[in-house]
Nanobody, 125 residues
């Protein structure tokens, strides 16, 4: 059974860092696409970052470029989101998502079948 479990969220001051983890079971990180999404309070869910496993291409939303880095450890079947220089507008519930489809375009613009339960990130002084 496929399962995605996020961890690493919390309260951090502006300018601080957090690393989110997504432990994946029942799904190989050698195939498909995997992504991080977030849903700020009162807003729609938005794509943050994704990786196409067929060619290791990563995509980021413009507002996090240069601050966030997505990576994966296939041996541990874990995906990470390193978030630096955090801003109050990064406050959101962060979700890990996965899908088995082969993608040759921006993987933030596809539908994902599998989702984790989310982890809350709050950036505040």
């Amino acid at each position: 059974q496929l399962q995605l479990v996020e961890s690493g969220g919390g309260l951090v001051q502006p300018g601080g860092s957090l690393r989110l983890s997504c432990q994946v079971s029942g799904f190989s990180l050698d195939y498909g696409v995997i992504a991080w999404f977030r849903q700020p309070p009162g807003k729609e869910r938005e794509g943050v970052s994704c990786i196409r496993t067929n060619d290791d291409t990563a995509y980021y939303r413009d507002s996090v470029k240069g601050r966030f880095t997505m990576s994966r450890d296939n041996a541990k079947n874990t995906v990470y989101l390193q978030m630096n220089s955090l801003k109050p507008e990064d406050t959101a519930a962060y979700y890990c998502a996965a899908d088995g489809q082969l993608v040759f375009r921006n993987c933030l613009n596809i539908l994902y079948d599998y989702w984790g339960q989310g982890t809350q990130v709050t950036v505040s002084s």
